[in-house]
């Protein structure tokens, strides 16, 4: 069956600019995580969510970013007013539920310039 | 915070060899952990992980962990690596009763046919 989808794959945008980053999770998964992972790092949580709601964003590094699951299937990661350092793979995984196996989608890479 | 240490950044090894990459991770509490595999090109997926029980746990692809709770460690051992196991391996971890997990940097490991 799909996997989980990440789109785009990569965005190019520049210093100040908003950005949207969507995730389609795997179909019938209510649990949905956002992270972000830096050149040579591992990935890093930034928020996950357990059906519509965020319960838990205490990953996100400020009030720059903000994520949406209003249906409780698709996400929205969006990124305001962006800055050089944000640029990163920014990584998608869905689960069963929240103690279930987390699977991956292939990312999407951020350059902010 | 917890945090997670992967000291190997880097393994180059050949064919047929026994490879051990090490995994230590700060928690002292209950502490559920888990091994990721990223193949080139290819997304994140799961390998292993550790829940309870036996501390010697087998995945996929003939890999096996060892949870030593005196080390606060949780190697990654294969017998006998192939070419195809060519990758980024990424050590997790997360406290009992927590949802998010906090990842290792990181290991590239290089296999020479």
Known sequence: GAGVSQTPSNKV???????????????????????????????????????????DDSGLPNDRFF???????????KIQRTERGD????????????TDTQYFGPGTRLTVL | AQSVSQHNHHVILSEAASLELGC??????TVNLFWYVQYPGQHLQLLLKYFSGDPLVK???????????????F?????????????EYFCASREGGSYIPTFGRGTSLIVHP
């Open chain 1, 13 to 55: 945008t520049e210093k100040g600019k908003y950005v949207e980053l969507r995730c389609d999770p795997i179909s019938g998964h209510t649990a949905l995580y956002w992270y972000r992972q830096s050149l040579g790092q591992g990935p890093e949580f930034l928020i996950y969510f357990q059906g519509t709601g965020a319960a």
């Open chain 2, 59 to 73: 995945g996929i692809k003939g890999f096996e962990a060892e949870f030593i709770k005196s080390k606060f460690s």
């Open chain 1, 87 to 98: 640029s990163a793979v920014y990584l998608c995984a869905s689960s069963l539920g929240l």
């Open chain 2, 24 to 29: 230590n991770y700060s928690y002292g509490g």
């Open chain 1, 67 to 77: 994520a949406v699951r209003p249906e409780g299937s698709v996400s929205t990661l």
């Open chain 2, 75 to 87: 190697n990654l051992r294969k017998p006998s690596v192939q070419w195809s196991d060519t990758a």
